[in-house]
């Protein structure tokens, strides 16, 4: 690993003002007071636009939450832990610990491009079902 360190924002960003604004560079009639008015985007956009009620996808309580939570910057950052680490120096590969939806948030701005593959521990059912004695 190397030993630059780079400038970075602070904060991921907000992907959905991003969003919001190349709306309004594409289409600045649909934005009015800083909100898309999604039925003139809809009329605008016509045939293009997939009307239909249902449609096959996966759904669950709390989707809206969840990509609302996706789409929140935050300010978390990665701390590389030397000491613990095996020869640092030569390695190609890192551990990441920590809340797998905050560490993907600074992942991918930053490192875009540079990663090859992510493993991600799936959490265990601890919780839920007692331990059984043996």
Known sequence: MSDTI???????????????????QLFPEVVADGKVD???????????????RE????????????????QTPTT??????????????????VFIEGDNLEVLKVLQKHYYGQIKMI?????TSDLIRPAVAA
């Open 6 to 24: 780079n400038q970075v924002p602070s904060t991921t960003p907000d992907f959905t003002t991003e969003a919001a604004n190349k709306l309004a």
């Open 38 to 52: 999604i039925d003139k985007l809809k009329i605008i956009l016509g045939v293009d636009v997939d009307d239909a």
């Open 55 to 70: 449609r096959f996808g996966l759904t669950w309580p709390g989707k809206a939450q969840a990509i609302r939570a996706a």
């Open 76 to 93: 978390a950052t990665l701390m590389p832990d030397k000491e613990n680490s095996v020869d640092w120096d030569a390695t190609q590969n």
């Open 119 to 123: 493993y991600i521990e799936p959490k």
